[in-house]
Protein backbone atom coordinates (compact mmCIF):
# COMPACT_ATOMS: atom_id res chain seq x y z
CA UNK A 1 0.00 0.00 0.00
CA UNK A 2 1.66 3.21 -0.98
CA UNK A 3 1.00 6.72 0.31
CA UNK A 4 2.42 9.76 -0.70
CA UNK A 5 2.47 12.92 1.63
CA UNK A 6 2.82 16.43 0.82
CA UNK A 7 4.09 19.47 3.59
CA UNK A 8 5.79 21.95 2.80
CA UNK A 9 7.57 21.18 6.90
CA UNK A 10 10.21 18.72 6.41
CA UNK A 11 10.09 18.29 10.35
CA UNK A 12 6.44 17.03 9.98
CA UNK A 13 7.05 15.06 7.33
CA UNK A 14 10.05 13.09 8.41
CA UNK A 15 8.36 11.24 11.68
CA UNK A 16 5.16 10.53 9.56
CA UNK A 17 7.12 8.84 7.35
CA UNK A 18 8.91 6.66 9.77
CA UNK A 19 5.97 5.80 11.76
CA UNK A 20 4.22 4.69 8.31
CA UNK A 21 6.67 3.08 6.83
CA UNK A 22 7.15 0.90 10.10
CA UNK A 23 3.94 -0.49 10.04
CA UNK A 24 4.21 -1.85 6.70
CA UNK A 25 3.31 1.48 4.11
CA UNK A 26 5.49 2.62 1.00
CA UNK A 27 5.72 6.31 1.51
CA UNK A 28 7.38 8.88 -0.13
CA UNK A 29 7.19 12.69 1.47
CA UNK A 30 7.77 15.88 -0.63
CA UNK A 31 8.19 19.13 0.93
CA UNK A 32 7.40 21.19 -2.75
CA UNK A 33 3.49 20.66 -3.73
CA UNK A 34 4.64 20.95 -7.56
CA UNK A 35 7.34 17.86 -7.30
CA UNK A 36 4.32 16.13 -5.11
CA UNK A 37 1.98 16.62 -8.21
CA UNK A 38 4.28 14.72 -9.96
CA UNK A 39 4.91 12.01 -7.82
CA UNK A 40 1.54 11.26 -7.24
CA UNK A 41 1.70 10.70 -11.27
CA UNK A 42 4.66 8.46 -11.45
CA UNK A 43 3.96 6.72 -7.80
CA UNK A 44 -0.30 6.31 -8.13
CA UNK A 45 -0.24 6.05 -4.54
CA UNK A 46 -3.24 4.60 -2.92
CA UNK A 47 -3.48 7.59 -0.35
CA UNK A 48 -2.41 11.41 -0.27
CA UNK A 49 -1.83 12.90 2.87
CA UNK A 50 -1.44 16.84 2.22
CA UNK A 51 -1.31 20.10 4.44
CA UNK A 52 -3.20 22.97 3.06
CA UNK A 53 -1.15 26.13 4.21
CA UNK A 54 1.64 25.91 1.72
CA UNK A 55 3.23 28.71 -0.75
CA UNK A 56 2.50 28.69 -4.48
CA UNK A 57 0.71 25.76 -4.55
CA UNK A 58 -1.61 24.79 -1.94
CA UNK A 59 -3.15 21.51 -0.63
CA UNK A 60 -6.56 22.70 -1.84
CA UNK A 61 -5.05 23.45 -5.32
CA UNK A 62 -3.49 19.32 -5.00
CA UNK A 63 -6.91 18.32 -4.18
CA UNK A 64 -8.53 19.94 -7.46
CA UNK A 65 -5.71 18.45 -9.25
CA UNK A 66 -6.55 14.92 -8.47
CA UNK A 67 -10.33 15.42 -8.24
CA UNK A 68 -10.57 17.87 -11.47
CA UNK A 69 -7.63 17.46 -13.91
CA UNK A 70 -6.90 13.61 -13.08
CA UNK A 71 -10.64 12.62 -12.12
CA UNK A 72 -9.43 9.86 -9.63
CA UNK A 73 -10.98 8.94 -6.58
CA UNK A 74 -7.84 8.73 -4.52
CA UNK A 75 -8.39 8.78 -0.85
CA UNK A 76 -7.17 12.33 0.56
CA UNK A 77 -6.33 12.99 3.69
CA UNK A 78 -5.30 16.97 5.05
CA UNK A 79 -3.10 16.86 7.59
CA UNK A 80 -3.39 20.94 8.58
CA UNK A 81 -3.04 23.64 11.25
CA UNK A 82 -5.62 25.46 9.17
CA UNK A 83 -8.80 25.60 11.21
CA UNK A 84 -11.08 27.99 9.24
CA UNK A 85 -14.79 26.49 8.91
CA UNK A 86 -14.25 27.55 5.44
CA UNK A 87 -11.59 26.22 4.23
CA UNK A 88 -12.63 22.83 6.06
CA UNK A 89 -15.88 23.03 4.46
CA UNK A 90 -14.18 23.71 0.97
CA UNK A 91 -11.73 20.41 1.50
CA UNK A 92 -14.70 18.39 1.70
CA UNK A 93 -16.82 19.87 -1.12
CA UNK A 94 -13.88 18.85 -3.36
CA UNK A 95 -13.59 15.55 -1.97
CA UNK A 96 -11.24 14.97 0.64
CA UNK A 97 -11.81 12.24 2.61
CA UNK A 98 -10.56 13.07 6.48
CA UNK A 99 -9.48 16.53 7.68
CA UNK A 100 -7.30 16.13 10.57
CA UNK A 101 -5.94 19.38 12.84
CA UNK A 102 -2.27 20.36 14.04
CA UNK A 103 -1.77 19.22 16.89
CA UNK A 104 -2.82 15.62 16.70
CA UNK A 105 -1.08 12.30 17.53
CA UNK A 106 1.08 9.65 15.22
CA UNK A 107 -1.39 7.34 16.71
CA UNK A 108 -4.53 8.95 16.08
CA UNK A 109 -2.80 9.50 12.08
CA UNK A 110 -2.18 5.63 11.83
CA UNK A 111 -6.08 4.54 12.98
CA UNK A 112 -7.11 6.91 10.39
CA UNK A 113 -5.33 5.86 7.36
CA UNK A 114 -5.71 1.97 8.08
CA UNK A 115 -9.45 3.03 8.84
CA UNK A 116 -9.45 4.86 4.81
CA UNK A 117 -7.09 1.95 2.98
CA UNK A 118 -6.54 -0.75 5.38
CA UNK A 119 -3.41 -2.33 7.04
CA UNK A 120 -0.37 -3.67 5.00
CA UNK A 121 -0.30 -7.61 5.94
CA UNK A 122 2.97 -7.27 7.67
CA UNK A 123 3.49 -8.55 11.53
CA UNK A 124 2.28 -6.54 13.88
CA UNK A 125 4.71 -4.19 15.79
CA UNK A 126 4.45 -2.55 19.08
CA UNK A 127 4.30 1.31 19.06
CA UNK A 128 5.60 2.85 22.51
CA UNK A 129 5.98 6.37 22.01
CA UNK A 130 2.73 8.43 21.45
CA UNK A 131 4.27 11.42 19.34
CA UNK A 132 2.48 14.49 18.57
CA UNK A 133 2.81 15.89 14.72
CA UNK A 134 2.91 19.95 16.30
CA UNK A 135 1.38 22.77 14.35
CA UNK A 136 4.63 24.57 13.95
CA UNK A 137 8.23 24.18 13.83
CA UNK A 138 10.69 25.72 15.87
CA UNK A 139 14.46 26.23 15.61
CA UNK A 140 16.99 26.04 18.77
CA UNK A 141 20.49 27.46 18.78
CA UNK A 142 22.70 25.95 21.67
CA UNK A 143 26.27 27.65 22.32
CA UNK A 144 28.99 25.48 23.46
CA UNK A 145 32.29 26.40 24.31
CA UNK A 146 34.05 23.67 26.00
CA UNK A 147 31.29 21.53 27.15
CA UNK A 148 32.46 18.15 27.06
CA UNK A 149 31.84 17.15 30.59
CA UNK A 150 28.65 18.97 30.74
CA UNK A 151 26.29 18.30 27.86
CA UNK A 152 23.33 16.82 28.73
CA UNK A 153 23.16 14.82 25.17
CA UNK A 154 20.39 12.39 26.41
CA UNK A 155 18.22 15.41 27.79
CA UNK A 156 18.41 16.98 24.13
CA UNK A 157 17.81 13.54 22.11
CA UNK A 158 14.42 12.34 24.69
CA UNK A 159 13.59 16.04 23.31
CA UNK A 160 13.57 16.06 19.78
CA UNK A 161 12.56 12.52 20.09
CA UNK A 162 9.34 12.82 21.64
CA UNK A 163 8.31 16.61 20.05
CA UNK A 164 8.72 16.70 16.61
CA UNK A 165 8.87 19.85 14.74
CA UNK A 166 12.24 21.11 16.67
CA UNK A 167 15.67 21.75 14.79
CA UNK A 168 18.34 21.96 17.31
CA UNK A 169 21.43 23.62 15.84
CA UNK A 170 24.27 23.18 18.05
CA UNK A 171 27.02 25.84 17.63
CA UNK A 172 30.39 24.90 18.58
CA UNK A 173 32.77 28.24 19.72
CA UNK A 174 36.01 27.43 18.77
CA UNK A 175 35.80 24.87 21.74
CA UNK A 176 39.83 23.35 23.52
CA UNK A 177 38.14 20.42 24.84
CA UNK A 178 36.04 17.16 22.63
CA UNK A 179 33.08 19.39 22.30
CA UNK A 180 32.95 18.87 18.89
CA UNK A 181 33.18 14.88 19.01
CA UNK A 182 30.83 15.17 21.53
CA UNK A 183 28.30 17.28 19.08
CA UNK A 184 29.01 14.93 16.11
CA UNK A 185 28.32 11.74 18.11
CA UNK A 186 25.08 13.47 19.46
CA UNK A 187 23.91 14.50 15.81
CA UNK A 188 24.89 10.81 14.37
CA UNK A 189 21.54 9.03 12.87
CA UNK A 190 19.58 12.25 13.61
CA UNK A 191 20.77 14.92 10.55
CA UNK A 192 17.54 16.20 9.91
CA UNK A 193 16.70 17.48 13.70
CA UNK A 194 20.23 18.17 14.81
CA UNK A 195 22.77 20.78 13.02
CA UNK A 196 26.21 20.97 14.23
CA UNK A 197 27.25 24.73 13.49
CA UNK A 198 31.33 24.30 14.08
CA UNK A 199 33.48 27.92 14.50
CA UNK A 200 37.07 27.66 14.09
CA UNK A 201 38.02 30.43 16.65
CA UNK A 202 36.31 31.59 20.03
CA UNK A 203 34.27 34.69 19.44
CA UNK A 204 32.22 34.68 22.64
CA UNK A 205 28.55 33.42 23.08
CA UNK A 206 26.82 36.64 21.99
CA UNK A 207 28.90 35.73 18.15
CA UNK A 208 27.89 32.30 18.81
CA UNK A 209 24.55 32.46 18.65
CA UNK A 210 24.07 35.68 16.33
CA UNK A 211 25.44 33.02 13.54
CA UNK A 212 23.26 29.91 14.62
CA UNK A 213 20.28 31.93 14.49
CA UNK A 214 20.88 33.92 10.99
CA UNK A 215 22.16 29.93 9.83
CA UNK A 216 18.39 28.72 10.88
CA UNK A 217 17.15 31.59 9.64
CA UNK A 218 17.54 30.40 6.63
CA UNK A 219 15.44 27.07 7.07
CA UNK A 220 12.42 27.55 5.09
CA UNK A 221 10.10 25.00 7.57
CA UNK A 222 11.18 26.33 10.74
CA UNK A 223 8.19 29.15 11.92
CA UNK A 224 10.32 30.70 15.31
CA UNK A 225 13.63 30.05 16.23
CA UNK A 226 15.00 30.76 19.94
CA UNK A 227 18.39 29.90 21.70
CA UNK A 228 19.32 28.45 25.32
CA UNK A 229 22.03 27.27 27.11
CA UNK A 230 23.73 24.25 26.52
CA UNK A 231 23.98 23.15 30.29
CA UNK A 232 20.26 23.20 30.26
CA UNK A 233 19.70 25.73 33.14
CA UNK A 234 16.20 26.42 31.29
CA UNK A 235 14.72 23.11 31.07
CA UNK A 236 13.58 22.23 27.33
CA UNK A 237 9.91 22.08 28.42
CA UNK A 238 10.58 25.58 30.11
CA UNK A 239 11.43 26.47 26.64
CA UNK A 240 8.44 24.67 24.70
CA UNK A 241 6.00 27.07 27.07
CA UNK A 242 7.82 29.71 25.98
CA UNK A 243 7.20 28.89 22.17
CA UNK A 244 3.47 28.00 23.22
CA UNK A 245 3.12 31.49 24.76
CA UNK A 246 4.49 33.20 21.28
CA UNK A 247 2.67 30.68 18.89
CA UNK A 248 -0.93 31.71 20.54
CA UNK A 249 -0.11 35.49 20.94
CA UNK A 250 1.07 38.07 18.63
CA UNK A 251 4.28 38.93 20.72
CA UNK A 252 7.47 38.94 18.13
CA UNK A 253 9.61 38.23 21.13
CA UNK A 254 9.22 35.80 24.13
CA UNK A 255 11.79 36.16 26.89
CA UNK A 256 12.58 33.61 29.57
CA UNK A 257 12.70 34.99 33.13
CA UNK A 258 14.36 33.74 36.40
CA UNK A 259 12.26 35.96 38.82
CA UNK A 260 11.73 34.01 41.58
CA UNK A 261 7.80 32.87 42.60
CA UNK A 262 5.94 30.81 44.34
CA UNK A 263 6.13 27.12 43.23
CA UNK A 264 9.07 27.59 40.61
CA UNK A 265 12.45 26.20 41.35
CA UNK A 266 14.60 28.95 40.63
CA UNK A 267 18.46 28.91 42.83
CA UNK A 268 20.75 31.19 42.75
CA UNK A 269 23.84 32.18 44.93
CA UNK A 270 23.02 35.24 47.14
CA UNK A 271 26.18 37.76 45.97
CA UNK A 272 25.41 36.52 42.46
CA UNK A 273 21.59 37.83 43.08
CA UNK A 274 22.55 40.98 44.73
CA UNK A 275 24.76 41.95 41.34
CA UNK A 276 21.94 40.32 39.01
CA UNK A 277 19.78 43.15 41.14
CA UNK A 278 22.23 45.82 40.30
CA UNK A 279 22.92 45.03 37.40
CA UNK A 280 19.42 45.12 36.78
CA UNK A 281 18.79 48.29 37.38
CA UNK A 282 21.04 49.60 35.13
CA UNK A 283 19.56 47.78 32.20
CA UNK A 284 16.07 49.09 32.91
CA UNK A 285 17.67 52.30 33.39
CA UNK A 286 19.50 51.98 29.70
CA UNK A 287 16.48 50.52 27.79
CA UNK A 288 13.46 52.33 29.38
CA UNK A 289 11.63 49.04 29.68
CA UNK A 290 10.54 47.65 33.27
CA UNK A 291 12.31 43.76 32.37
CA UNK A 292 12.79 41.66 35.59
CA UNK A 293 15.63 39.67 33.42
CA UNK A 294 16.80 40.81 30.42
CA UNK A 295 19.62 37.93 30.91
CA UNK A 296 18.25 34.99 31.08
CA UNK A 297 19.73 32.49 28.25
CA UNK A 298 15.97 31.18 26.55
CA UNK A 299 14.42 33.35 24.48
CA UNK A 300 12.30 32.64 21.25
CA UNK A 301 11.53 34.75 18.18
CA UNK A 302 9.39 35.29 14.91
CA UNK A 303 11.29 34.59 11.97
CA UNK A 304 10.59 38.25 10.25
CA UNK A 305 12.26 40.08 13.47
CA UNK A 306 15.65 37.72 12.96
CA UNK A 307 17.29 40.13 10.68
CA UNK A 308 16.70 42.51 13.13
CA UNK A 309 18.03 41.54 16.18
CA UNK A 310 20.90 39.69 14.68
CA UNK A 311 22.15 41.04 11.54
CA UNK A 312 24.82 43.33 13.09
CA UNK A 313 27.82 42.07 15.37
CA UNK A 314 27.03 42.52 18.91
CA UNK A 315 29.13 45.47 20.71
CA UNK A 316 29.68 43.29 23.99
CA UNK A 317 30.03 39.54 24.43
CA UNK A 318 28.31 38.30 27.48
CA UNK A 319 24.71 41.23 27.23
CA UNK A 320 23.77 40.86 23.84
CA UNK A 321 20.16 40.44 24.90
CA UNK A 322 20.26 43.95 26.29
CA UNK A 323 21.36 44.88 22.26
CA UNK A 324 18.38 43.02 21.21
CA UNK A 325 15.87 44.71 23.50
CA UNK A 326 17.82 47.94 21.76
CA UNK A 327 17.56 47.27 18.16
CA UNK A 328 14.15 46.27 18.69
CA UNK A 329 13.30 49.82 20.05
CA UNK A 330 15.50 51.34 17.64
CA UNK A 331 13.74 49.94 14.70
CA UNK A 332 9.84 49.95 16.09
CA UNK A 333 10.19 52.61 18.21
CA UNK A 334 10.33 51.87 22.13
CA UNK A 335 5.86 52.09 22.24
CA UNK A 336 5.73 49.57 19.63
CA UNK A 337 8.76 47.50 20.46
CA UNK A 338 7.07 47.21 24.40
CA UNK A 339 4.17 45.69 22.55
CA UNK A 340 5.87 43.27 20.91
CA UNK A 341 8.17 41.91 23.35
CA UNK A 342 6.84 39.03 27.12
CA UNK A 343 8.95 38.25 29.57
CA UNK A 344 8.02 34.28 30.82
CA UNK A 345 8.97 33.26 34.16
CA UNK A 346 9.77 30.21 34.45
CA UNK A 347 9.20 27.23 36.30
CA UNK A 348 12.78 26.02 36.90
CA UNK A 349 15.88 27.43 36.37
CA UNK A 350 19.40 26.36 38.42
CA UNK A 351 23.11 27.73 37.94
CA UNK A 352 25.15 25.22 36.91
CA UNK A 353 28.43 24.65 38.45
CA UNK A 354 31.34 25.25 35.63
CA UNK A 355 29.40 28.36 34.56
CA UNK A 356 31.54 30.27 32.04
CA UNK A 357 29.94 33.82 33.90
CA UNK A 358 32.48 34.33 36.99
CA UNK A 359 31.95 37.15 39.69
CA UNK A 360 34.48 39.32 38.18
CA UNK A 361 33.07 38.83 35.06
CA UNK A 362 29.47 40.34 36.36
CA UNK A 363 31.59 43.18 37.51
CA UNK A 364 32.27 44.11 34.26
CA UNK A 365 29.28 43.91 32.47
CA UNK A 366 28.85 46.99 34.55
CA UNK A 367 31.17 48.62 31.78
CA UNK A 368 29.92 47.67 28.85
CA UNK A 369 26.68 48.36 29.14
CA UNK A 370 28.26 51.97 29.65
CA UNK A 371 29.74 51.03 26.12
CA UNK A 372 26.18 49.77 24.92
CA UNK A 373 24.49 52.97 26.06
CA UNK A 374 26.90 54.89 24.09
CA UNK A 375 27.05 53.03 21.12
CA UNK A 376 23.06 53.44 20.31
CA UNK A 377 22.60 56.78 21.55
CA UNK A 378 25.38 57.51 18.67
CA UNK A 379 23.17 55.38 16.47
CA UNK A 380 20.22 57.03 17.55
CA UNK A 381 22.00 60.39 16.97
CA UNK A 382 23.06 59.69 13.36
CA UNK A 383 19.68 58.42 12.43
CA UNK A 384 17.49 61.86 13.44
CA UNK A 385 20.41 63.65 11.66
CA UNK A 386 19.76 61.70 8.35
CA UNK A 387 15.99 61.85 8.93
CA UNK A 388 16.70 65.64 9.29
CA UNK A 389 19.06 66.17 6.24
CA UNK A 390 16.32 63.75 4.16
CA UNK A 391 13.25 66.36 4.90
CA UNK A 392 15.11 69.14 4.39
CA UNK A 393 16.03 68.12 0.72
CA UNK A 394 12.33 66.78 0.29
CA UNK A 395 11.28 70.82 1.39
CA UNK A 396 14.09 72.58 -0.46
Known sequence: MKILAIDDQQLVLLPLQKRLVA???DVIVETDANDGISKYNSFTPDLVIVDINMPIVSGLDIVKYIRNSKNANTPIMVLSGNTQDDIITTGFDLGINDYMKKPLSLNEICARVKRLIGAPETKAISISKNIMIQQRCVGAVIPCYNEEDRLLSNEFLQFIDKNTGYHLCFVNDGSKDRTLEVLKTLQKGREDFITVYDCEKNGGKAEAVRLGMLHLAKKQDLDYIGFLDADLSTDLADFDDLVNTIETSNFKIVSGSRMARMGANITKESARKIISLTINFIIRTILKMDFKDTQCGAKIFRKEVIN??????????WIFDVEIFKRMAQHYGLKQAKAMLCEQPLKRWIHADGSKLSMKDSVKIVGQLAQIAWVY?????????????????VVI
Open 23 to 25: LGY
Open 377 to 393: KQKKTNTEKAVAVNEIE
Open 308 to 317: IAFKEKFVTQ
